[in-house]
DNA sequence: TATTGTTATACTCTATAACTATA
DNA sequence: TATAGTTATAGAGTATAACAATA
């Protein structure tokens, strides 16, 4: 090991570094998908849950209204959602899963999930689930949609 | 726990989630030091691990060489680091932390540490050590400076 | 009057290309 | 000829403000 400042041997430093370093590697697996890992969340969580209209999703996903708009907009034109009026709040859309929509999600899963595999390569079987077991104990208290609704 | 796609309990989404989580709150711990995270790491990489200069900066924080010299711009213009010519290539500017430097650097890293502790507040000691080699374990592989010097 | 979704626009961040000085 | 650093500029991504429809 170099002589390096322990700050880059942190949890915090690393956590950082391997969230980058895996979006990276998300984005590379869904290019021949042509999809980007924002669309693939949003698809998500229109696949279970309930009802998803654009201000849920723009709270999950922590963007701008203004963006999901834009990012709902690619999807439908794709054909793998479509916006339907909620009839108990005709503000609202639906934002609901096609049937290609659903196709495409499912092969999107795979290739996220193979691409995380090879991330964790590293790991072993035991060390991967107890990684995913630590970071679900340190997310749930922030991710309001883990322990109820919202 | 509400009915989730298994895509958002997985480790890689929630690595994500963690990442940029964690992310805003160093920003947010650092403002009062007027200092930004990018800023923290080239501290941190002058600190320690012999001479820097500006293109392993570049590498090491993995971004475009034209964003580094504002970078470098910036803590030059509040007094954390100079620019040295190196005596063996002219070409090269090593980066060396000032006295004042050292001092923020310092309190930056109190700073982060702290904020890193709050992060992991739900995990117990053993816990965030298990997840900090887990991580070390997984990132080595990646990041050249671990292993030895680049 | 407040909220959902939308559009238009301004702003920030980043990457590209061209330049200098050194090698 | 190639590389480290710099500058200027164009492009992508983002947020802000104003608007229409609905509550």
Redesign the interface.
Known sequence: ?????P??????Y??????????TL?DAALTDLDLT?RQ??VL??A????PLSQQMASTRL?LDPTIVVALVDELEACGAIKRERDPDDRRRHQLKLTPKGRKLYDSA?RA??A??RD??A??DRT??E???K??????????P?????A
């Open positions: 090991m170099a002589d390096l400042d700050l880059f041997i942190s949890a915090g690393l956590l950082l570094k391997a969230g980058t370093h895996f979006h998300i890992g693939l969340l998500g969580f696949n279970r849950g309930g922590g899963v996220v999930t691409a995380e991330f964790l590293p790991l060390e991967r107890s990684l995913r630590l970071l679900v104990e340190t997310m749930t208290p922030r991710l949609w883990m322990s109820d609704d």
